[in-house]
T-cell receptor
Framework: DVKVTQSSRYLVKRTGEKVFLECVQDMDHENMFWYRQDPGLGLRLIYFSYDVKMKEKGDIPEGYSVSREKKERFSLILESASTNQTSMYLCASSPGTGGSGGRLEQFFGPGTRLTVL | GQNIDQPTEMTATEGAIVQINCTYQ??????LFWYQQHAGEAPTFLSY??LDGLEEKGRFSSFLSRSKGYSYLLLKELQMKDSASYLC??????????WGAGTKLIIKP
């Protein structure tokens, strides 16, 4: 089974702190994603990556950056945390895109509930 | 623009059948996904439709009409453990998922 792990289930940080959220997948997936999930809203894509050292902005990249130095690891960085970044952060991975014959569904980690005070 | 609509909340009785609808508008289309998400947990994959018609998987079935931009998830023989949010997501021409806000399903005994 695909396993996606995230470094913390719960995290409390102060405004202005630098925050690192780590995500690791063990199935050699090419694609990795970072979402945030807030009540009443759908999952919103922050950043995604199709390959090592490659990154693409999603719908809401402001205030975030990412790093993918190894295929299995995708990190989300909040350079200076703010209260409006309090949210559930979900990491996901998927094996490939259409045309490759690969499966398209995304596999999610357990999530990190981040509170910024 | 791209958009997904699904009801915010539905209530059903244990043992009954419920249908959760989803309508979508995307730039291009590469399939429709349904995920289940229990409170405080990660979404888990339920189904994927890219061709018109009904796909059945045990108690759960998913239907797609591409011409109408419409899908539904059908849950039969409801169990208390089916209480969860059900997320509809459409994949656009860039293979990006556009997510609905989710439908919270409440099962009553």
């Amino acid at each position: 089974d695909v396993k996606v792990t995230q470094s913390s289930r719960y995290l409390v940080k102060r405004t202005g702190e630098k925050v690192f959220l780590e995500c690791v997948q063990d199935m050699d997936h090419e694609n990795m994603f970072w979402y945030r999930q807030d009540p009443g809203l759908g999952l919103r894509l922050i950043y995604f990556s199709y390959d090592v050292k490659m990154k693409e902005k999603g719908d809401i990249p402001e205030g975030y950056s990412v790093s993918r130095e190894k295929k299995e690891r995708f990190s989300l960085i909040l350079e200076s945390a703010s209260t409006n970044q309090t949210s559930m952060y979900l990491c996901a991975s998927s094996p490939g895109t259409g045309g490759s014959g690969g499966r398209l569904e995304q596999f999610f980690g357990p999530g990190t509930r981040l509170t910024v005070l | 623009g791209q958009n997904i609509d699904q009801p915010t909340e539905m209530t059903a009785t244990e043992g009954a059948i419920v249908q959760i609808n989803c309508t979508y508008q995307t730039s291009g289309f590469n399939g429709l996904f349904w995920y289940q998400q229990h409170a405080g947990e990660a979404p888990t994959f339920l189904s994927y439709n890219v061709l018109d018609g009904l796909e059945e998987k045990g108690r759960f079935s998913s239907f797609l009409s591409r011409s109408k931009g419409y899908s539904y998830l059908l849950l039969k023989e409801l169990q208390m453990k089916d209480s969860a949010s059900y997320l509809c997501a459409a994949m656009d021409s860039n293979y990006q998922l556009i997510w609905g806000a989710g439908t919270k399903l409440i099962i009553k005994p």
